[in-house]
């Protein structure tokens, strides 16, 4: 067992001043009860529980850590324009540099509108599109997350349906459950969601077929609706660019947060021309999205981006990582389902349907300083090395034979199972 | 004329990759047209413009700057954490901390949900509140602005009426009229919203009357609903507390942002055990809501409001600038509408309907180096000082001479005027 005293005094006040002592993506209810809620410090690929304890991280905050934890020149950008202003009565230049740059980048982008969370661009992409269609339905694939808002969370506490009108599901990657969710909506297509690659919660991740991505960019232009691809999971994680250039398909709309600034809050959504004019009719503002610090290191963490070799290195590291586990795996009798793009790992376990396996291997590489998630998507970072993998590696030899000798005595986790039998 | 070649350019450049080249609250577009859009740098009550000239600010971000820009002690506190560590896999302990502090500050709040946006808490406290009575209309007085959610935005690009669903109306201070509005929701109220003070743009400001701010928590009580004070404006600007203590009124639930953590960007809804149930219930999150730099200069703001006497002396400034200007106006022959609390002040002018006196007051006080709002309510902030109030004072007793020896050739900002046509 690792040291968790600070861990659970946390927890303990926690309990008094916070609903259900935590809430949102990182509270930890849903996974082993040794993993630690709070965390003291984070440096390139490495976090330190408040215990002190040290974990080799691939969760990356959920997404935002993209070239590791603290980097010195992206967070000196940041200090730096702390210093000049940051939250003032206007934007500073720094807004118009950080807008030209992203839409160099982007292929599809023609203009840019800042915003702080994922959930402001998916829901500034859907107004947008209303705005521009003058169309009301809104197509996403079924289990898709798109954000916390009333019309995406996944969780419907406080939500009323009406809140969710005109929000229609299809089959992700299936181009004849796309048509006919179409064909169904008549002519009240506003836009149709798109999430880069199915990554879903505890389910195997599935790129996407590129059949599936053209069929949905016809169908937008057929009806006029917009075609939106949230990427803010994986933005610049697959490639320096909107991730559907892979497939060679440009949305109208794109979403994106979590990493473009390593960290730093802010997030943005991306647009052609064919949706300038809705964009140009809504009306979306937040206290904190002009601030020009997180710009500052947006624009630092796009240089480097652009000037590193980042994201084949992670390609790389993802590569030798997911080969490297299933030979491990093998030799424990397991046999790994890892999907998706190999530098934004799903590792699950077969013959694991109420997950009791992956939650002790998840429990089992914590103790050996390795923290991975057992049921949600993981993230590779510029951080890491190749002696990060091997020790990773050599952590999940030790991990599948204690989970191997353990295995007749484990026993699903009480509240994900309770949650299951609700859906 | 100030110098204004930088600012233009900017706006050129921004014209091609920012829809309307600029959106939201800090845009310009309903401003004179010498106001400049960007701004590089900020401290202590002054800011200066992309061309170097420098303004005393009575906006302070629209609402951040609460003890000055660029604070030593809070952004220090800033730039330590970010050493430590910002976006992690999970809170730091400095979320414990700040939750526990503000549970300490604001008498009605048991608990605490930090965010990232104004829009972000006031949109939680709607789905806490259903979520608690099981009950879904929510009331919201006429004209006040609750953040820019579909739900809640002013502006109806882009929106569908059913996202508005069971959103009634109510006159603010109209205590027969919110009675009115609960009789006829039946026995389906969810929450009463309250500002604080009544701070509609373009409108004198005025206080709550004790008498309905009482009968808002009567009928709560009676029908089971949640009271909710929205003080993402006026938090701490009032008093050390919830604002509606100034009339001895407790909510269920009050939202927070814009400058508890001095413009660092962080938001919270704040609970009593009453509504703890329903926050319990509701999934809510985004990516950098537990970014730990933003804690921990908030948890240094709330050090320095608690020991310092910034709210008696901005009070006690905004007095001598109430007192002083109302002095000048009358030299000049003019009659200022000076409202609401001294340190937020809304200034109009008796006898301009659509404005374009005072379009041309703020255009003068520009010149002179003073940077005040035709039709937002404004407000003082902890560094000002006697001479920044004196300085004001000299500068409006010169633009109003201005104004008044051309009142004859004013004319209306022909933006503003379409936006009121279309009302």
Redesign the interface.
Known sequence: MVANV?DLA?RE??A?????G?????A?HLLPASF????????GAY?W??DGNRYL?F???????LLG??DELI?SA??RQ????????????V??DL??K??GMVSHA????VC?????AT?MA???????TGM?RILVADGAYHG????C???P????P??R??ISKYKYNDAASLEAAVAEVGDDLAAIFASPFKHDAFEDQVLPDPTYARRARELCDQTGAMLIVDD?RAGFRLVRDCSWELVGVRPDLSCW??SFAN???I?ALL?SDRC?A??????????????AV?MAAAIETLRILAESDYLERTIRLGEKLRAGLAIVAERHGFTLRQTGPVQMPQILFDGDPDFRIGFAWAEAMLERGV?VHPWHNMFLNGAMTDADIDFALEAADGALSQVRSSIASLEPHPMLMALMGAH
Chains 1, 2 share one sequence.
């Open positions: 600070k946390l006040r926690a008094k001043v916070i609903p259900n935590m809430y949102g993506h990182e930890t630690p809620q709070y965390f003291s410090r984070a440096k976090i529980d408040a991280d969760m990356c905050a959920y997404g935002p850590n934890y603290g967070d940041a200090v702390l210093a000049e202003g940051d939250t003032m009565t206007g934007p500073g230049p807004l118009v807008c030209e992203l839409v023609d203009w840019v509108m702080k969370n994922g959930t402001d829901t859907m107004t947008a599109a209303r705005a521009q009301r916390a808002a009333p019309w969370t996944p969780m506490g406080g939500i009323v009406e809140e009108a005109f803010v947060g979590k960290g730093h809050p997030s647009g300038r809705g964009a140009e009719a809504i009306y979306a503002t937040g206290s904190f999205w002009f601030s997180p923290y």
